[in-house]
């Protein structure tokens, strides 16, 4: 994407400032994490695009990409990769324009939430406020009769799995792998299957998702709203508000709302998305993969929640998630930590979800629809990080 020399050095200025002139409590994180623009810059496009090269480029070549050949093979991609690479990462957007054409699979209004990877505080050991635990997956959770179960150890099965409840009410019984400072956030990092832990001691830890009980996901947001205790709009941040002015029982209650329980396990490196590559704040997006195939590139055409500014850039497919499903539905990767995590928690937006294929095979399927090149807009930088 173009960006005006005073806009790029407007960005460079706003990341320098705060790296080194920040609030002191910011300088003690290990890192500066993401914030707005959330990867606008030609760096960031060219580092998501560059991670999906690298998986393409283990394929074989005859390899087709998706059942709808629009989206060709992957020796076709292998070719784009080689090319964009090549490229300044200044000039990769415009050569991806230029070999490549976008199309509509459908019509409609298309949604556009956000998400992001928290960064948690926690201990390997329990102490003070560390009293949250996060847990590995249990050996005697296994599929018998159908469906998630526990092994018992007379070789039986018990149908469903213990719910959030029990197993929260039952912790000596599970291995522990971290203790977390913050029950909800523990609770939200579960909605987002993975994380990064800033240790008492001064190291990151990774974890990732493991396995879950079976039970299904409902959403406390909806148990909360049908309490009265939230009105208009239920955001992340509302709820989040709510429980930690309500500790307790009276949280524990609200929580346990959601039988579904993720468990976790520690990677040497973050966990990666459902395309095995590490993520890129605002370059990275969850799909429906029956109608996107992961890693190629798309263009989103909506806004950004928080301030109503135009959210119109190209993202490269290289998640999922069980709340994506349709050809026009996006879930934007927001980054790391609490602002990442604050904006993606409000990101709910309508908008269209362009496919960028090789223009060679457009025509190929007649469901594929040529769409007009969307205006680009510009996309001003914010102020910087917010202490909350």
Known sequence: MYFPPKLKLSIFVVTIFFGLFGPAAAQERHKTWDYPPFGADDIALYK???A???KFSAMKPEKKMHSNPIYGTAGQWQSICRNGLAKKPELLED????????VKLGGGEGKFTGYYKPVLEGSRKRHGEYQTPLLAKPKDLTICNGQ???KRPDGGCRNPYPNRAEIMKNIDNYKVILWLKDPVDAFFMQVQGSGTIELDDGSIAHVGFAGKNGHPYIAIGKTLRDMGAIKGTVTAQKIREWLRA?????????LYSNPSFIFFKETAIEAPGAFGVTLTAGRSVAVDRSHIPLGVPVFIKSKNTFDALPWERMMMAQDVGSAIKGANRGDLYFGHGDLAGERAGEQNATGQLYAM???ENVGMDAVAEKAEKPELADIQPAAGPTVQ
């Open 48 to 50: 998501a695009f560059e």
């Open 52 to 54: 999906s090269c690298s």
């Open 95 to 102: 050569y991806l324009n230029t070999r490549l054409t976008r």
């Open 148 to 150: 998630t179960g526990q």
């Open 246 to 254: 309500n500790k307790g029982p009276a949280a524990d209650e609200v």
């Open 357 to 359: 294929v090789p223009k």
